[in-house]
């Protein structure tokens, strides 16, 4: 799927780039938090021995970023895109429209919901931007 990104994520995803070594797919600019799509299996090199990586790319860039990695599926990729949380299962539904269902223990609802609801709509956001799914549901 063909993601359109702005210049302004384009430009930090460039900047991550050389910081990290890491090149994001997508990019989100939400506010003061940057949301990057890594390339399944490059999560390590991006986050760094003890998140060292990613917190210097975070003091560069003066923004709170956050990693999502990319799957192949649309189940694997929705569950990273709420991680931490603990997911048990993804479900996606398509009837009227493309809905992924996703079942999180009740400890890892507030995880999975965030601050003013900001993770589950970027789960959301991402969810519909890669793989054409209309809404995230926590079960």
């Given amino acids: 799927m063909y993601v359109e990104l702005s210049d ?3 430009r930090y995803i460039g900047r991550f780039d050389e910081l ?10 939400e506010g003061d938090r940057l949301v990057f799509v890594v ?10 021995q003890g998140g060292e990586t990613v917190a210097e790319a975070e003091r560069r860039l003066g923004m ?3 990693l999502v990695e990319d799957a192949d599926t649309v189940e694997a990729f929705v569950a990273s895109t709420l991680a931490p949380a603990a997911v ?3 479900t996606v539904s398509e009837q009227n429209d ?10 890892d609802r ?5 601050a003013d609801g900001d993770n589950i709509e970027t789960a959301r956001r991402l ?8 809404d995230v549901q926590l079960t």
Avoid: F, K, Q
């Fill in 8 to 10: 302004e994520a384009r």
């Fill in 20 to 29: 990290t070594g890491v090149t994001p797919t997508d990019c989100l600019v």
């Fill in 39 to 48: 390339p399944a299996g490059e999560m390590a090199a991006a986050i760094g």
């Fill in 64 to 66: 709170s970023i956050e």
């Fill in 88 to 90: 048990n299962a993804v």
């Fill in 98 to 107: 493309r809905v992924a269902y996703v079942e999180v223990p009740e400890a």
């Fill in 110 to 114: 507030g995880v999975a919901i965030g």
């Fill in 127 to 134: 969810a519909e931007r890669h793989h054409d799914v209309d």
